[in-house]
Each structure stands twice: as C-alpha cells, then as structure tokens.
C-alpha cells in the first residue's frame, strides 16, 4: 500500500521551494527552482509543476500524493489569492484557480506566517496545544494567531498582523508605507537598523563599526554579541524590549498558553530569548505574569517552510474526514 503524502510549497521572493511531507511530518523530499520576481504567477506555477511532476516519477511507486498546501506573502486563505506581496510583482491574482490548471489535488494557501503556525500545531513546539501565537523573526515580522485550535483569519483573511501593530507613530519607515511597524524594530533588518542608530549615536567600540550596511547580517551581529561586543549586545538588549512590550499587549489580547519565535533571529537563541522573556514579563498585565511560554520552534530549520506549507493542507484534509 502506497503512503500518502502532501506538497508543501513556500513561494519566496528569491526561491519556490516544495517538498512531499508524510502526515508525520517527514519530508521525503524537497527542492526548490529561483521564484523569478519580476514574471508572473503563471510562468512560476508552471515551471514549478514541470519540475514537482518530473521530480515525483521516482517516488511514485511507494508514495501517493493527497494534496498541496501553499505558503506565500500576503496570501489570503478564504479567498485563494496572494494580494499585492512586496517582493513579487503580481498584483492580485488567485493562486488556487492556477494550480488547479496543472493539478487535480485539493489545495489550500495562507501566508507563510500562518503556514509557519499550522506547522507548529500539526508537526511542532504547539503539538497538543490549542491557543498560542507564532512570531517569525526574518527580514520582517510575520505571526500566526491560534485560538481554540483554529488559524485565526478574521472577516476578510488578513488577522494577526502583529508585525504591524505600531510600536512609535513616528518612527522608522516601514515597507507597508507607514512608520513605526514592529518589523522595523525586530527583525533581522529591524535589527541591522538598530546597530547601525547606535553606531551613530554612541562611542561603544564595537568589530560592527567596520561593516558596511549591506554587508551586515543579523548573524554577523549574534556573533559579535556572543564574543561579548557591547554595541552588539545592546542592539539585542534594545530590540527585545520592544519585542518584549508588543508580545505582553499580544497576551492581554489573546492569553495564549505559548508564544514561539521562529525564523532566523530567533536562531540566536539566549541573546535574543532571554531578554525578550524578561522585558515581556516586565511588561505585562499582572494577571498574566508568568503564565505564558516563550519557546522556539521544533520545526527543523532546513524543511521548515514546505513543513508548514504542508501541514496546511493535511489539516484541511482531517477537517473534511
């Protein structure tokens, strides 16, 4: 008898990357061909199902697939589209009603957020749990809202924008066009900016002061904070206080029973953990004090989008049975 498995797809604005997860959470396999930015839709899922049908031929004897599961920016899960991504140049345009012209599979999209969540709940650190909230720390700041077991999605698609809660009114630009977006502050690019405000507004020393801006990386600045360089560590100690004060207004919204950092901040671990934890506490309403788990993910970084992506459609499937 043939095992079932999904087609997790992460659309990126660099990379498509899909793979063939088991309802274990098992990816069998994964790939990935270049996204093409500037093309549309089409041309992508075209090119991407030329390759998932080639690639599957030498699965095929021992696997049967089930379905397909998206993740993608600005992807709207009632209605099948992704709606005006920033780093693709599509517009508005329904993704499901064009995979379903190079497949038969049923398939669901959400943005890669709430697919991250999924993936936490089915396969993750949320196994078992039914309300918590997934913040995913990379060039912006994503989140996915689980309440009662359910993806929160609200009246048109598009909750749980925590990265766009405003932490100052008059701060940093944001790519969403206004100011003083969570995701400016924590991120891996909230992060970069933070180094480079104190490099010009203080005399710490510090290794980060010889690093161009486009050279820099959030890694470059974990590293330097776990050598002890104090800028380093103050760009840390700085984005997790705001990070800190949004996840404590979060639980007084939600009262979520965990929130878990995902993405590549979050590889940081401690640095970025530890104070987190304490500004939230600092922070936070006094009923909730040290009720609510700060975790990382257990989705293992290599797999994790097409993980999420495809834990989407698995769990759409179990609601049908």
């Known amino acids: 008898m043939k095992k079932k498995v999904a087609i997790g797809i992460d659309v990126g604005g660099t990379n498509t990357v899909f793979g063939f997860v088991d309802e274990a959470g098992q990816c069998v396999y994964e790939s990935s061909i270049l996204t093409h930015a500037d093309q549309d839709a089409d041309q992508l899922f075209s090119r991407l199902f030329i390759k998932i049908d080639n690639d599957f031929k030498k699965y095929s004897d021992d696997y049967e697939l089930i379905g397909i599961g998206i993740g993608a920016p600005n992807a709207n899960y009632y209605k099948g589209t992704v709606e005006l991504p920033p780093n693709l140049n599509w517009g508005i345009v329904n993704v499901l009603e064009i995979v379903k012209k190079y497949s038969p599979l049923p398939s669901s999209i959400t943005n890669d957020a709430n697919a991250a969540a999924i993936g936490e ?26 309440v009662n ?15 766009h809660t405003i932490v100052d009114p008059n701060g940093r630009e944001c790519g969403c066009g206004r100011k003083g977006c969570l995701e400016t502050y924590a991120s891996a690019s909230g992060i970069k900016r933070t180094v480079f405000e104190l490099i010009g507004t203080t005399n710490i020393p510090s290794e980060l002061r010889n690093v161009s801006y486009n050279q820099l990386t959030a890694k470059d600045i974990a590293d330097a904070a776990k050598n ?26 939600l009262s979520p029973e965990a929130i878990i ?13 530890t104070p987190t934890k304490r500004y939230m506490e600092e922070y936070m ?7 609510v788990k700060l975790l990382p993910s257990a989705l293992p970084g290599a797999h994790a989008a097409v993980l999420g992506a495809s834990a989407l459609i698995w769990n759409e499937l179990k609601k049908i049975k």
């Open 285 to 291: 309403l006094n009923i909730f004090k040290n009720k």
């Open 261 to 273: 950092l995902f993405g590549g901040l979050a590889l940081a671990g401690g640095l970025i953990f």
């Open 149 to 163: 077991g359910e993806l929160v999605y609200g009246s048109d698609g598009f909750a749980g924008e925590i990265g």
């Open 228 to 253: 002890g360089d104090k800028l380093a560590l103050a760009a840390f100690d700085y984005t997790s206080k705001i990070l800190g004060l949004k996840l404590a207004d979060s639980v007084a919204h």
């Open 121 to 146: 709940m089915i396969f993750g650190t949320a196994k078992g749990m039914k309300d918590f909230i997934v913040i995913t720390l990379g060039t912006g700041l994503g989140s996915g809202i689980v």
